[in-house]
């Protein structure tokens, strides 16, 4: 994991050097990008929302220490670049990770980028600052890390409290971008400003996002876009409209809808992709009838998982644990392995009839059936799956009412556990273990919904952490697996496949087969026109 930073120097050299160089290959400059923005997201503040439309819109508008290389389709370990960054390098005892930092790079209202503006943001996310975030989603990324020091303007070093390999691609994801020390976080929802590729312009809810080009960006001759603007409309079929009509260079759609715009567009360039994004059951297991382990197994064992995928993906989803299935993600078990874990026998009526004796167990059946309100986001990638898990619900004596949750009160009504069972997606961060387990079940995470706590577990999560093997790692992690699908943790309905069209005169942009937010940056992206 050791890498050393004159390497690393001449790399991060070599890769403005091509950057300057790429006209050669016929780049155009100029351009606005039209992409579409499926929801209005709460704020414009990265550090604060969970979402993929935030994330999506404002990614270009920062810089991280390091990112995933936009031109890698599987997010990995190997994929990882430097960004404010020059190079990066590990301490002999893996607990001090090291950044010499960029010089000359400015923030958009041109106050200098230094170290201390790292070290704020990282004391803004672990709660050591004075300034508070409104809410703190990542906080669990970082309960290994003691604290950030600068050595001077171009230098930092975060100190881990124990060795974590891992910790650099946490850094490396899309929400992971450097906050200025002078712009209070309350101002950041609003109007970010960042060091990136593009300027924040303008955020009217519910209608558009807008941002212009940064004619002083730190990395030469980027971006070549004049600005793009994320047009949010949430029905998908006036999505398909507008990008058949040519208003939209970039549409995200679902897959039975996918043959329209073939057809109808039938130059348009697209592509099927999973993006590591899971249909999950939550459920509050400090609220009655959840709190009963057996109530929880049995709507567990309710769920037909390849139902979900025939009728929301076309049949083209996956089957999984938390980690994303392989092959595009790689922490996935292998069938063999998944198909042993409680509740993905795939004989349905099997686990059904299960299911159902249990009920009767708990007092139910099919006189006396329990009645709940099933919530859930009112946007298609949550509601329409939403709607097949109250049909399934009915099969063991449960009688689901769609509780439908706009937006800007659905994270909210997490974060308070006002609720009794709902439908989530989950993912986009970073396809590895620590941000996974961490985030969705450490006891006490902000966004570990169900309030699922297992401190013996727990110091699996830890032991997986430390391994640096990636072979041994594995195996932990497929241990873990078993245990959170026996404790019911968060059940795992499935991963969908999604499909994005671009219009052909986008060049250079590159779908991520596991992470939907992480290939944002777009400071390489032109139009052909």
């Known amino acids: 994991m ?43 503040s990265l550090l604060e929302e969970v979402d993929a439309n935030p994330a999506r819109a404002t990614m270009g508008v920062f810089n991280n220490l390091v990112m995933f290389d936009q031109h890698v389709k599987q997010n990995s370990m190997r994929s990882i670049v430097p960004d404010l960054a020059t190079s990066w390098s590990w301490s002999e005892d893996g607990k001090e990770l090291t950044f010499p930092l960029r010089q000359g790079v400015k923030w958009h209202d041109g106050r200098p980028f230094t170290a201390r503006d790292v070290k704020c943001t990282w004391d803004l996310l672990t709660g050591k600052s004075s300034e508070k975030l409104r809410l703190d989603p990542r906080k ?38 450097v906050y200025p020390c002078h712009v209070p976080p309350a ?52 999505a398909h409209l507008a990008f058949v009509a040519g208003k939209l260079d970039w549409v995200a759609t679902s897959l039975p809808l996918l043959k329209d715009i073939k057809a109808q567009e039938p130059e348009a360039i697209c592509e099927v992709t999973p993006g590591g994004i899971s249909r999950n059951l939550v459920v509050n297991r400090d609220s009655s009838p959840f709190d009963n382990p057996d109530m929880r197994r049995a709507v567990a064992l ?28 790689i922490w996935g078990m292998p069938p063999e392995v998944l198909n042993t874990l ?16 249990i009920m009767e167990k708990l007092g139910y059946g099919p006189d006396k059936r329990l009645a709940l309100k099933v919530s859930t986001r009112n946007i298609p ?14 099969e063991v ?19 308070r556990k006002d609720y009794k069972i709902g439908l989530n997606l989950t993912g ?50 497929w241990e873990i697996e078993k245990q959170l699908a026996e404790d019911g943790a968060r059940p795992i309905i499935f991963f969908n496949r999604f499909a994005y069209c671009w219009q052909p005169q986008v060049k250079g942009w590159t779908m991520m087969v596991n992470s939907i937010i992480n290939n944002f940056r777009m400071e390489d992206v032109w139009l052909d026109k």
């Open 302 to 329: 309710s769920l037909d998982r390849k139902a979900f995928i025939d009728i929301i993906s076309d049949g083209q989803g996956d089957i999984g644990g938390s980690m994303q299935p392989l092959p595009e993600g």
């Open 397 to 415: 004596f449960i009688d689901g009412e769609l509780d439908i949750v706009e937006t800007a009160l659905w994270y909210p009504k997490m974060y």
């Open 140 to 177: 669990s990324w970082y309960r290994n890390l003691a604290e950030v020091t600068a050595d001077g303007d171009y230098e930092v070093t975060f100190h881990l409290q124990r060795p974590q390999p891992a910790f650099i691609a946490l850094l490396s994801a899309g929400f992971s971008v």
């Open 2 to 44: 050791k890498r050393g930073p004159r390497r690393l120097a001449v790399a991060g050299t070599l890769l403005i050097a091509l950057a300057a160089s790429d006209a050669a290959y016929g780049q155009k400059p100029g351009g606005i990008l039209h992409v579409h923005a499926g929801d209005s997201p709460p704020s414009m």
């Open 187 to 238: 101002e950041m929802r609003q109007h970010p400003v960042g060091t990136g590729p593009f300027k924040f312009v303008e955020f009217k809810p519910n209608e558009r996002i807008t941002l212009a080009r940064n004619p002083d960006y730190w990395k030469l001759g980027r971006p070549y876009l004049d600005g793009i603007e994320f047009t949010i409309i949430r029905d998908v079929s006036t």
């Open 381 to 394: 990638p949550f509601r329409d799956p939403a709607v097949i898990l109250t049909d399934q619900f009915k």
């Open 428 to 477: 986009g961060g970073v396809d590895d273990p620590d941000q996974q387990f961490y985030e969705n079940y450490g006891c006490g995470s902000p966004r570990n919904y169900t309030g699922y706590c297992n401190p013996e577990l727990e110091k699996l999560f830890d032991r997986q952490s430390i391994e640096a093997d990636e072979g041994k790692r594995k195996i932990l992690v």
């Open 342 to 357: 409680p509740g993905y026998d795939p004989d349905v009526q099997k686990n059904r009839t299960e299911a159902r004796a």
